[in-house]
């Protein structure tokens, strides 16, 4: 049975005071109804790992990043590698977020190379793919995401898979109050399994969790969530308060 899994990305938000705070009303939360189908991630920012480790050391929670380097280490200014995340206490990585393609200019190599990386240093990865609203129009959602599959699970085995969840974030969906309707999720997410079949190994599809994410809100997460291709989400927004993100993991919890 496929791993069902609620994850929020902070992305650039929570100073450590601020991240302390989140993470100890999360987990107070948590503590009282403990999710039984889903594991929880939280991806704060880098400057945060370290604090929030602390907070949710005992819990159920579990820490991830937002981003790693592709390199071990070495002169590259400003960057973060696989050991440095890990020894704050992260076990997770998001790779391939759709920020990171558009405003750093990430391409499916980087990609690979980050993904890679990550599964030599023993992190679990959270690999997001998805297409922009322009190339929705021109109906070539699944050639994109066919493409960023391929691409970036390039050399990737069906034992390396195991360590990987796949994140189908549509573009248009994320920040902008918009968002797939959970029979246009289903159907990428249905695809994506058929590509994994078809580039790694017969069957080997159903075996990957693969999250929904872009605008996932407490109103409209239940809706996703059951869908039967579709094995958990992961949050923006809504996850910057301990209420709205704990719905969330409600909304996974009635469903799953």
């Known amino acids: 049975m496929r791993k069902k899994i609620i994850a ?15 993470a100890e009303q999360l987990r107070k939360k948590l503590e009282k109804n403990p999710p039984q189908k889903s594991k929880v991630i939280i991806c704060p920012p880098f400057t945060a790992l370290s604090v929030v480790s602390e907070v949710i050391k005992y819990s159920s929670l579990e820490l991830g990043a937002q981003n790693i380097f592709w390199e071990e280490e070495g002169a590259y200014t400003g960057e973060i590698s696989a050991k440095m995340i890990k020894s704050a206490g992260a076990r997770w990585v998001i790779i391939g977020h759709s920020e990171r393609r558009k405003y750093f200019k990430e391409d499916e190599n980087t990609i690979n190379k980050k993904i890679r990386l990550a599964l030599q240093n023993k992190l679990k990865v959270i690999f997001c793919v998805g297409e922009t609203l322009e190339e929705r129009e021109q109906n070539l959602t699944k050639d994109i995401v066919g493409n960023q599959v391929e691409w970036g699970l ?92 704990y719905k969330i993991i409600q909304a996974g919890e009635k469903v799953f």
């Open 154 to 245: 390039k050399g990737i085995t069906p034992a390396e898979l195991k360590n990987i969840v796949i994140a189908y974030e549509p573009v248009w969906a994320i920040g902008t109050g918009k968002n797939a309707t959970p029979e246009q999720a289903e159907e990428v997410h249905a695809f994506i399994r058929d590509i994994l079949d078809a580039l790694i190994e017969d069957n080997v599809g159903e075996t990957v969790t693969i999250l929904y994410g872009g605008s996932v809100k407490p109103e409209n997460a239940e809706g996703l969530l059951a869908q039967p291709d579709i094995d958990g989400a992961l949050v923006g927004g809504a996850c910057l308060k301990a209420d709205s993100f």
């Open 8 to 22: 929020g990305n902070w992305k650039m938000h929570k100073t450590n005071p601020e991240a302390i705070r989140l």
